[in-house]
């Protein structure tokens, strides 16, 4: 790709993005060619769907969540590891409004765009999971959809401006009730 072609791409994926956070991703198209001051016609010749658009810009934060993954892997424990990963995975969700239903649908349909990112990031989570309930430190009672489930409704709870307040008090309450009490191997509530 040429540089300014590049360039080009690279504004256009910075002003979705912002636009995306404010409005959610059924935004309007033709408001983020207005924000970029380009025509309809330019953004469609970089991204002739909102898939497409959608999946450039979802799929480095997806590839990102999905290295954070090996690199907690390596360098923390399963507990340590698995609580970090789900709190950037809510974090990262929470950047773009609406992006779980989207995430959710993406999972189910194989001819999605997204679907092999969002295939991906659950499978990372579902390492991470597993390796934490190897040690015993995770309720064994859980796999990686659920885990995908539990961090989509996280992010839709910081997603929803009267419940953005308890967000990260029940991020504490879900990621306790994950893991294990070394002691007993029951729930720690």
């Given at each position: 790709m040429r540089a300014d072609a590049k360039k080009n791409r690279d504004h256009l994926l910075a002003v979705a993005g912002a636009a995306i956070a404010e409005q959610g991703v059924d935004v309007s198209l033709r408001d983020?060619?207005?924000r970029a001051e380009v025509g309809l016609a330019t953004l469609l010749r970089h991204f002739?769907?909102?898939?497409a658009l959608l999946d450039a810009l979802l799929r480095t934060g997806f590839d990102e969540l999905t290295v954070?993954?090996?690199?907690?892997?390596a360098s923390?424990?399963?507990e340590d590891a698995l609580v970090s990963w789900v709190r950037d995975g809510v974090a990262w969700?929470?950047?773009y409004r609406g992006v779980t239903a989207l995430m959710a649908a993406a999972i189910e349909d194989t001819e999605s765009a997204?679907?092999?990112?969002c295939f991906a990031l659950r499978a990372a989570g579902a390492r991470l999971l597993a390796r934490a309930q190897s040690a015993g430190k995770a309720r064994s009672d859980i796999d990686g959809a659920d885990l995908f489930a539990l961090i989509a409704m996280l992010a839709?709870?910081?997603d929803q401006p009267s419940l953005a307040p308890r967000a990260d008090r029940l991020f504490g309450v879900v990621a306790s009730a994950l893991l294990t009490s070394a002691e007993s191997g029951e729930s720690a509530c």
């Amino acid at each position: 790709m040429r540089a300014d072609a590049k360039k080009n791409r690279d504004h256009l994926l910075a002003v979705a993005g912002a636009a995306i956070a404010e409005q959610g991703v059924d935004v309007s198209l033709r408001d983020i060619a207005r924000r970029a001051e380009v025509g309809l016609a330019t953004l469609l010749r970089h991204f002739p769907t909102r898939e497409a658009l959608l999946d450039a810009l979802l799929r480095t934060g997806f590839d990102e969540l999905t290295v954070k993954a090996a690199e907690l892997e390596a360098s923390s424990t399963p507990e340590d590891a698995l609580v970090s990963w789900v709190r950037d995975g809510v974090a990262w969700t929470t950047e773009y409004r609406g992006v779980t239903a989207l995430m959710a649908a993406a999972i189910e349909d194989t001819e999605s765009a997204l679907h092999a990112s969002c295939f991906a990031l659950r499978a990372a989570g579902a390492r991470l999971l597993a390796r934490a309930q190897s040690a015993g430190k995770a309720r064994s009672d859980i796999d990686g959809a659920d885990l995908f489930a539990l961090i989509a409704m996280l992010a839709w709870l910081g997603d929803q401006p009267s419940l953005a307040p308890r967000a990260d008090r029940l991020f504490g309450v879900v990621a306790s009730a994950l893991l294990t009490s070394a002691e007993s191997g029951e729930s720690a509530c």
